[in-house]
């Protein structure tokens, strides 16, 4: 079974900036789709930012200009670089893969941006 397996969180002002690594058991080259989701309290679970296997990226657009994904897949790793983080952008942070053969989850990272 394939485990994914973030981190980077934390606690963060207004402006800051965060860095969310996911490392996947398995090759992410072989994935289709390889995203980041986000869910805040009370509210449902929305995309974030996705890269799609050809190479291009989808954003959300509450955070365009501001995150950026990006993957190695020599260290089968997907990151999610976060600037100017808002209050609204506190949340639990997920990544997922869509892959040949399942879709795993991983278990999130929690972002909280606060003075």
């Known amino acids: 079974q394939v485990q994914l397996v973030e981190s980077g969180g934390g606690l963060v002002q207004p402006g800051g900036s965060l860095r969310l690594s996911c490392v996947a058991s398995?090759?992410?080259?072989?994935?289709?789709?390889l995203g980041w989701y986000r869910q805040a309290p009370g509210k449902p679970r929305e995309l974030v930012a996705r890269?799609?296997?050809?190479?291009?990226?989808n954003y959300a657009d509450s955070v365009k200009g501001r995150f950026t994904i990006s993957r190695d897949n020599a260290k089968n790793t997907l990151y999610l670089q976060m600037n100017s983080l808002k209050p609204e952008d506190t949340a639990v942070y997920y990544c997922?893969?869509?892959?040949?053969?399942?879709?795993?989850w991983g278990q999130g990272t929690q972002v909280t941006v606060s003075s």
């Open positions: 398995t090759s992410i080259a072989r994935a289709y789709v």
């Open positions: 890269i799609i296997s050809g190479g291009s990226t």
């Open positions: 997922n893969l869509l892959l040949p053969g399942g879709e795993p």
